[in-house]
Nanobody
Framework: VQLQASGGGLVQAGESLRLSCAAS?????MAWFRQAPGKQRDVVAT???????TYADAVKGRFTISRDNAKNTVYLQMNSLKPEDTAVYYC??????WGQGTQVTVSS
């Protein structure tokens, strides 16, 4: 496995989850995407190796992307979750491509 995503689950609106994406080796920029049923896969957040981050407007102020280069792992802290955040979340890197996805379900 080259990108292993984990941390998804079922939560209620307003609660938090933290996703993790562990890479087999060092990576440069990484990103989290999400895909809801019947919709296209959209970028959620990106982070460079130095820690510079960008966010989709829909998650700004609620989600935080971070990384631990020593562990080759990227995190996505998701706070104040909303039902519209329900999706399969995927991590991606140029080196390894797509991880397997982790389901996040937010109930109202």
């Amino acid at each position: 496995v080259q990108l292993q995503a984990s941390g998804g689950g079922l939560v209620q609106a307003g609660e938090s989850l933290r996703l993790s994406c562990a890479a087999s080796g060092s990576v440069f920029s990484m990103a989290w995407f999400r895909q809801a049923p019947g919709k296209q896969r959209d970028v959620v957040a990106t982070i460079t190796r130095s820690g510079s981050a960008t966010y989709a407007d829909a998650v700004k102020g609620r989600f935080t992307i971070s990384r631990d280069n020593a562990k080759n792992t990227v995190y996505l802290q998701m706070n104040s979750l909303k039902p519209e955040d329900t999706a399969v979340y995927y991590c991606n890197s140029a080196r390894y491509g797509w991880g397997q996805g982790t389901q996040v379900t937010v109930s109202s």
